[in-house]
C-alpha cells in the first residue's frame, strides 16, 4: 500500500502545557480527495483551549498524482495520527470511519467524529466536555446537523440544528434532516433526541467500544443505523444547545465524491441498504455478504427494537413517521431499568391461556385467577379504612372495577402508555377512576390512603424494587399493600429478576405485614403500615 513521507505533514512548534489529569479528546476526520482537510486540522488545533490534549486521526483517501495538496494541516508534533490509503482501494465512509477508531484512536477518554470540512469555535474541546456533563443521563452523546461555512472562513449565522426525520427512502432507509431553533431561543441543556448526524458525534470513547462503528455500511442509512444500535446499547442521545462546529455543505468548489470514482459503489450501496433494512425491520433475505458480523455490529442487549420504535416514533415495518420523529421533540428517556421492566410486564401480560379473553392484564389477572381476592380486598380496605388507593402497575384494572364504587378515589399508574390510553377510553365514565402514565420507582406518586402493588415487584431486580419501596414511601400514604411469602426466598444476585418474592427477607427486610389476604394461585397480599418501614426506606 502506497505511504506517504514523513515530510508530507507540517507541525507547529509550540505546544501549550495543561494539567496532566485533564481528559484528552481524539477527533475522527475521514477525508476523500477533500482540500478543506489541511484547514480543518489547522483549525481544530488552533481553536482548541487546550491542544496539546487534543488528538486527530485522519484517514486520507486520495490519488497520489493528484491530490498530495489535500494532505497536512497545522497540528502539534506528535498529535496527528493519519493513515492513507489509494482513493480506488477506499470502501466508502463507514468503513474509513471504523479503521480510524480501530486503528488510531488510543485511549483518549472523549471521541468527537467529524467530517473532513469543518471550523471551530474557540475552545470548542472544552465547551463540548462541559456541555455533555450538562446532560441529565450518565450515558449521554451530544450530536447534530453543525451549522454551515462557505469556504474559507465565512461562519453562518449561530442557531440550533436539531434532527428530525423527513422520510422513507424506497430503499426502507429513514432520510433525516433538521428543523432549526433560534439561537436565542436555544434551551438551557442539550435536549433529548433519537438521532444522530455522523459529522458531529460527541460522545465518551466506551460508546464506539461498547457500539463499534460498522464497516459494512456505505452512506445513505449510516446515522439512522447508529442512532438505533447506540440507544438499544443503553445510550442516550442529546441535541447540543451550543455551536461549536460548523461545515462546508456547498458544491462550489466541486470537491470529487466517493460515488463518482468507483465504478462498484452500487453494489456496495444495495448490500448496505439489504443490511440495514434487515437490521430494522427483519424484511428481506439479503445475501451472505450483506450480514457479515452483523452479530457483533447489530442491534444493543439494553433496549429493545421496539422500545426505540416506541421512543422515536418510527415504525419500520410499516415504514410510519410519528409525530415525534418529525418534529424532534422527544421526552427524556427512560432508564434503561425502567425500559427493562417494560419490557417484561408486555411479556408478561401477552401470556394468556387459550380461549382466555377476560384481561390483558396476564395469567395472574384472570377472572378466575382473581376470584378470593375480588372479595377480600374490599374488606382489608375496609378494615384498615382505605377509602383512597393508587393502584402501583394497574394492567387493565379490571380487578378493581368491581370494586372502585366502594372508594372515594382510585389512581391507576403503569409504565405501559397503551395500557393507560385503553384504560380511559374504557372507564372514563367512573369520576371516582383516574389513569396516569408513571415509572412507580423514580416519578412522583400522588398521595393515597394506600398503594396496591400487585404482580409488578416479582419482574423487577431488588435494586429496582428497592426504589420502588422507596418511592412509595416517600409519596406519603399510609399503607403498602403487596405480594407476601414468608417461604418464597430471594434471588442472591440484585441485578437479576427472580419470580419468588419475599419483603420480610433480605435486602429489603419489611416487618410482618399486619394483615394477609388469599391473592391467586396458594399466593396471599400482605398490609404493610409505612411508618412501621426501617427510616431507609423513607430517605434513601
Known amino acids: 500500500m502506497w505511504q506517504a513521507s514523513p515530510a508530507t505533514f507540517f507541525y507547529c512548534a509550540k505546544q501549550v502545557p495543561t494539567p496532566m489529569k485533564r481528559p484528552r479528546i481524539f477527533v475522527s476526520i475521514a477525508s476523500y480527495r477533500d482540500s478543506e482537510c489541511p484547514a480543518t486540522i489547522s483549525d481544530l488545533f488552533a481553536k482548541a483551549r487546550y491542544p496539546d490534549r487534543v488528538f486527530a ?21 506528535g498529535h496527528l495520527r493519519t493513515l492513507l490509503v489509494h482513493a480506488g482501494e477506499s470502501r466508502g465512509v463507514c468503513w474509513a470511519r471504523s479503521r480510524i477508531l480501530t486503528e488510531l484512536r488510543k485511549d483518549e477518554e472523549y471521541v468527537l467524529q467529524i467530517d473532513s470540512h469543518m471550523r471551530f469555535e474557540a475552545g ?41 426525520a423527513r422520510e422513507f427512502l424506497d430503499n426502507k432507509v429513514v432520510r433525516l434532516g433538521s428543523r432549526i431553533l433560534s439561537y436565542e431561543d436555544r434551551p438551557e441543556v442539550p435536549s433529548p433526541s433519537a438521532f444522530v448526524g455522523a459529522g458531529c458525534i460527541f460522545a465518551p470513547a466506551t460508546a464506539f467500544e461498547e457500539v463499534p462503528y460498522d464497516p459494512y455500511l456505505y452512506f445513505i442509512g449510516e446515522e439512522i443505523s447508529l442512532a438505533v444500535r447506540l440507544w438499544t446499547a443503553g445510550w442516550d442521545l442529546f ?33 448496505s441498504y439489504s443490511r440495514l433494512s434487515f437490521l430494522l425491520s427483519g424484511i428481506g433475505c439479503p445475501e451472505v455478504e ?31 413517521l410519528g409525530e415525534r420523529a418529525l418534529d424532534g421533540r422527544f421526552p427524556m428517556p427512560a432508564s434503561v431499568e425502567t425500559t427493562a421492566r417494560k419490557s417484561g410486564l408486555r411479556h408478561a401480560r401477552q401470556e394468556q391461556p387459550a380461549g382466555q379473553h377476560d384481561t390483558r ?32 402497575g394497574c394492567g387493565d384494572s379490571d380487578l378493581i372495577v368491581s370494586i372502585a364504587d366502594g372508594l372515594d378515589l382510585y389512581i391507576g399508574v403503569d409504565l405501559l402508555e397503551e395500557v393507560i390510553r385503553c384504560n380511559i377510553e374504557r372507564l372514563a365514565y367512573r369520576p371516582m377512576m383516574t389513569f396516569c402514565v408513571a415509572d412507580i420507582a423514580r416519578d412522583k406518586l400522588p398521595r393515597c390512603d394506600a398503594v396496591l402493588c400487585r404482580e409488578v415487584l416479582e419482574y423487577c431486580t431488588q435494586s429496582e424494587q428497592a426504589l420502588i419501596l422507596r418511592n412509595i414511601a416517600r409519596s406519603g400514604a399510609k399503607f403498602l399493600i403487596a405480594p407476601f411469602s414468608a417461604t418464597a426466598g430471594n434471588s442472591g444476585d440484585p441485578a437479576k429478576v427472580s419470580p419468588s418474592l419475599d419483603l420480610t427477607a433480605d435486602p429489603h427486610r419489611l416487618p410482618m405485614p399486619e394483615a394477609v389476604v388469599a391473592d391467586s394461585a396458594g399466593k396471599s397480599l400482605g398490609l404493610w403500615s409505612i411508618g412501621s418501614w426501617s427510616g431507609d426506606h423513607r430517605t434513601k
Not at 457479515?292 to 415504514?319: C, H, M, N, V, W
Request: glycine share 6%.
Open 361 to 392: 392484564s396476564g395469567l395472574a389477572s384472570t377472572a378466575k385467577q382473581t376470584r378470593e381476592l375480588r372479595r377480600s380486598l374490599p374488606v382489608l380496605l375496609d378494615q384498615f379504612q382505605v377509602r383512597s388507593l393508587l393502584d402501583a
Open 239 to 271: 441535541t447540543p444547545n451550543d455551536v461549536l462546529l460548523y461545515h462546508d455543505y456547498s458544491s462550489v468548489r466541486g470537491r470529487t465524491r466517493h460515488w463518482s470514482d468507483q465504478r462498484d459503489w452500487s453494489v456496495m450501496n444495495q448490500r
Open 57 to 77: 486521526g485522519v484517514l486520507w483517501q486520495i490519488v497520489p498524482e493528484l491530490d498530495m495538496e489535500f494532505v497536512g494541516g497545522k497540528a502539534p508534533k
Open 124 to 164: 470548542w474541546d472544552e465547551r463540548f466536555i462541559s456541555m455533555l456533563e450538562s446532560c441529565p443521563s450518565k450515558k449521554a452523546i451530544l450530536s447534530s446537523y453543525p451549522v454551515d461555512y462557505t469556504p474559507p472562513d465565512i461562519l453562518g449565522s449561530k442557531r440550533i440544528p436539531v434532527l428530525v
Open 290 to 320: 450483506a450480514l457479515r458480523e452483523l452479530d457483533r455490529f447489530g442491534l444493543g442487549k439494553l433496549r429493545s427494537l421496539f422500545d426505540y420504535q416506541e421512543y422515536s416514533g418510527i415504525d419500520f415495518q410499516a415504514r410510519v
